[in-house]
Structures are given as C-alpha cells and as structure tokens.
C-alpha cells in the first residue's frame, strides 16, 4: 500500500536578482516524497540542491510555484507561522553544526523543546543524545567535543521533537570518512525507529544510494530520479 504523500512541490522557481541581472536558481521542479521515505538529492556545487531544501523546510520562499508539507500549504504563511510550523513538523542537520557555542550539548539539544514551554525538555534531551551515543557527554561545550560528536548534538536536537521529517544538508561534509559513516548510520536508524521522512543533500553518490530514492538536480532543475534498480529520465516523473 502506498504511503500518503508528505512532501509536495509543484513547478517551483527561485529567481533572485544580481547586479549582472536576475539569476534562475531553481526552475520548475516538480516532486513529490511519501511519508516515510528517504530521499537523496544530487547534484554539482551550485545545482540547487540546498535552496531545495530550504524551501522544502519553509526557509526559502519560492518566487513562483506550490509547496505543501504535511497538508499544509506555504503560500499563505508568514515568517512567524512558518517558524511555529517548522518547530512542530520539521528537523533540520546543517554541515557546519550551528550549535550555541555557550550552551552544553544537554541544553543545545533541549532548546526546541523549551521554546515550546516543554517542561520536561533536558530529560528528553538527555534520552536523545544517549540514543546517538553521547551519554555522558552532556555537560560538554561544543569546543570541548570532536567534529562528529558536535554533529551527533546537532542530530538531537533535530529529532528531539519527534519532527515527521528529517532534513540534512552535507552532515557529513566537515567529517571524515569513519566519524560521517557513524552519523548517516544514526539518522537512518532514528528514520527505521520514528519512520521519519528523510530528505539528505550530498555530494556522495554512495551515500545517495542509500535512500529508497536519488534525485539528481543540474542548473536549477531535476534531471533525472534513480530507484532501486531502475532510473527514469525526468519526462517519466513530471506530473
């Protein structure tokens, strides 16, 4: 039985303006991800693939298309309503960490939860980073704990709020090959146990190949999606 669709996008374009005039950085792309899914998207340096996922997370807003996340449409939000939806929905890994350098791991972690007035939020912090293999570790600052254990306190606190979905842009990207095999193996068992959806942006094709789907992008617009034994060319999946 098919999943119910999560993720709709629907002929999305971002055009910004330059001094050289405008510059097209997505243009019409047209995807959909099912509730549960991992989805790698690939693609060379300046293709789009981080803009996509920031719209997808309602950080960008698209000059010209639809993007519905779990039911909700994105059109008619604000900057405040789409930062509520984005805490209750919507987990975010970016490559550079982006933890509070004056807070420890335990409250970097909790820090969603206590913006939305959870009373028990450092006990369930604390229940996360043992769940990425940090327990112990919670009274640490970020300079005190390696570049994997940083990303490991950055993937709490994307999950701590049980997101249905799970966006990752490059978490390996700053790590080595060993310490960045150890995350992707936390996100994907966190995925197995909460049936998450997965989006993951990255350059490692193998590591795209461990997702249910690998959507490549090329100049702003999908140019071909990769199943399991199968690839279809973008005329095969343009609704």
């Known amino acids: 039985m098919t999943s119910p669709e999560i993720i709709s996008l629907k ?3 971002l055009t910004l303006m330059s001094d050289a ?3 097209n950085i997505l243009r019409g792309i047209n995807l959909q991800i099912q509730e ?3 989805v790698g998207i690939v693609g060379p340096s300046g ?3 981080s803009t996509l996922m920031s719209i997808i997370g309602g950080l960008e807003t698209p000059t010209e298309g639809t993007v519905n996340v779990c039911g909700t449409d994105f059109n008619p939000l604000n900057e405040d309503e789409l930062a509520r939806f984005r805490r209750d929905n919507i987990g975010i890994v970016f490559q550079s960490f982006h933890l509070v350098p004056t807070m420890t791991a335990l409250e970097n972690v909790a820090i969603p939860l206590e913006l939305a007035g959870h009373q028990d939020a450092f006990d ?3 229940q996360k980073l043992t769940e990425v293999g940090l327990s112990g570790r919670e009274g640490h600052y ?3 704990l390696s570049g994997g254990e940083q990303q490991r306190v950055a993937l709490a606190r994307a999950v701590i709020s049980e997101p249905r979905i799970l966006l990752a842009d490059e978490p390996t990207g700053n790590l080595d090959g060993s310490t960045g095999d150890v995350i992707i193996q936390k996100m994907f068992e ?3 146990s909460h049936n998450t959806t997965m989006v ?3 350059h490692d094709e193998s590591l795209a190949s461990k997702c249910d789907r690998t959507v490549r992008i090329e100049d702003g617009q999908i140019v071909d999606i990769n199943v399991p034994n199968k690839t279809r060319n973008l005329e095969e999946v343009t609704p």
Request: hydrophobic share 30%; no cysteine; proline share 8%.
């Open 11 to 13: 002929n999305i374009h």
């Open 190 to 192: 966190l995925h197995d």
């Open 36 to 38: 549960g899914e991992t």
């Open 47 to 49: 293709s789009g693939k």
């Open 142 to 144: 970020p300079t005190q």
């Open 200 to 202: 993951l942006i990255t």
């Open 124 to 126: 369930i912090a604390r």
């Open 21 to 23: 005039g405008p510059v």
